[in-house]
């Protein structure tokens, strides 16, 4: 199969930040490509700077030195072809919109038309499972259903690349098994390229097509694992796989490794 041309592009990207006793830093050197299509997560050991490259990648934040490139276009502000779901669900729907209302909003803000807005708001609603709770307000849902509607207010933006930076940390673990299902079925229903973060090891094998293990900060790529588990998974039989199991013990030594200071980055 031919290569396919990346959609995100992140080029020897540095952050140091300016500290208060000096200057941190946080991201050392970190080169990866993600290709239309994927469903990428990246793992690390917690402070390894996991929020600062997504900051750096989502223009939220300006790099130090390196290249960040969508669709081959430079990344300095937040790109229209990205959308991004953050852990905090409770802040980042409006409590005094209803679900249709919070989801349809970024689409007024681009000035699709109001029945195609319609269509659009309710197809992505129902392809989270929450067709019945349209006309309901954030505050009346689950934390995971409230995350359910941000997942599709994100898809309803047809961004690109949806960006994911710890969406389920906050979530009892079943409510868990059911997002990442969700996230599985709304990148193979959808097509849509995504880019998950997660400090869960088995959620990230799970996952992910490929998994980019971080070192400590300062932050650099160690291994760019291929999850070679079969496309069809589910809770049940994809973890009790022996394939599973070797997987996620070998990124947990990578982890372990890393904590120590023992990693070495990637060649590219
Ligand atoms: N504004 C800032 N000023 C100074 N140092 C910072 C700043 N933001 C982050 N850092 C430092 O940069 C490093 C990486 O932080 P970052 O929050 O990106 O890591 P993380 O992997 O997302 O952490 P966690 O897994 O705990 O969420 C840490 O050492 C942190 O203390």
């Known amino acids: 199969m031919a290569e396919r041309t990346p959609l995100l592009s992140v080029r020897e990207l540095k952050k140091t930040y300016q500290g ?4 941190v830093e946080a991201v050392g050197s970190i080169t990866f490509d993600v290709r239309p299509g994927e469903l990428v997560c990246i793992v690390g050991p917690s402070g390894c700077g996991k929020t600062t490259l997504l900051k750096c990648l989502s223009g939220l ?39 249709r209302d919070n989801v349809a909003l970024p689409l007024k803000a681009r000035g699709m038309p109001k ?20 006309d ?10 409230q995350q359910r509607v941000a997942i599709a207010r994100a898809v309803a933006y047809q961004p690109e690349i949806l960006v ?19 996230v599985r079925r709304v990148w193979r229903d959808l097509g849509v390229t995504v880019l998950f973060v997660t400090h869960d090891i088995d959620e990230s094998v799970y996952l992910g097509e490929r998994v980019l293990m971080l070192s400590s900060s300062p932050t650099f790529v160690q291994e760019d694992l291929a999850i070679d588990l079969p496309d069809e998974r589910d809770q049940l039989t ?18 372990q490794r890393a904590k120590r200071g023992a990693a070495t980055p990637v060649p590219h």
């Open 136 to 145: 309901t307000y954030p505050w009346q849902l689950s934390g995971g259903m």
């Open 238 to 255: 994809t973890r009790a796989m022996p394939r599973f199991t070797e997987l996620r013990t070998h990124v947990y030594e990578q982890i």
């Open 164 to 182: 994911m930076d710890e969406p389920f940390a906050a979530v009892d673990a079943q409510t868990r098994a059911d997002l990442e299902d969700l």
């Open 115 to 134: 029945a195609e807005r319609r269509a659009v708001v309710e197809q992505a609603v129902a392809e989270v499972g929450l067709g019945h709770a349209l």
């Open 61 to 99: 934040l300006t790099p130090t030195a390196g290249a960040v490139t969508l669709d081959g276009a430079p990344v300095t502000t937040p790109p229209k072809k990205m959308a991004l779901v953050f852990q905090e669900y409770g802040r980042s729907l409006y409590p005094w919109l209803t679900v």
């Open 20 to 23: 208060a006793s000096g200057p």
